[in-house]
């Protein structure tokens, strides 16, 4: 059973705005790092934005900074990415990840999180 289920995705114009959630189960929610990824089509997987377990502190990239927001709510075991001011190039599939006590050194890269979603699709029209 996957502990990660995304939800939120859909089709929006460019300007639009969307919110990505992702709920956990099985997890200590409260001890996992949380982060967010997306591949689009011909592309490898990236980095898009993260929050530390302890939730204050979060990191997004460039590409997204000023846009997007990563937020978590751990009475509900749920991370959020709202996404404003969106542009055809986030069209994506948006995955998030989980693992736990992930440190803001390594919560960039992929390949340190354990545990991943299904992914949700984000398809922003010009």
């Known amino acids: 059973q996957v502990p990660l289920v995304e939800s939120g995705g859909g089709l929006v114009q460019a300007g639009g705005s969307l919110r990505v959630s992702c709920v956990t189960s099985?997890?200590?929610?409260?001890?996992?790092?949380m982060g967010w990824f997306r591949q689009a089509p011909g592309k490898e997987r990236e980095f898009v934005a993260a929050?530390?377990?302890?939730?204050?502190?979060?990191k997004y990239a460039d590409s997204v900074k000023g846009r997007f927001t990563v937020s978590r709510e751990n009475a509900k075991n749920t991370v959020y990415l709202q996404m404003n001011t969106l542009k055809p190039e986030d069209t994506a599939i948006y995955y998030c990840?989980?693992?736990?006590?992930?440190?803001?050194?390594?919560?960039?890269?992929?390949?340190?999180?354990?545990?991943w979603g299904q992914g949700t699709q984000v398809t922003v029209s010009s």
């Open positions: 990840a989980a693992d736990r006590l992930l440190s803001s050194a390594r919560y960039t890269v992929p390949q340190n999180y354990k545990y």
């Open positions: 099985g997890l200590a929610f409260d001890t996992y790092t």
């Open positions: 929050i530390l377990w302890t939730g204050d502190r979060t």
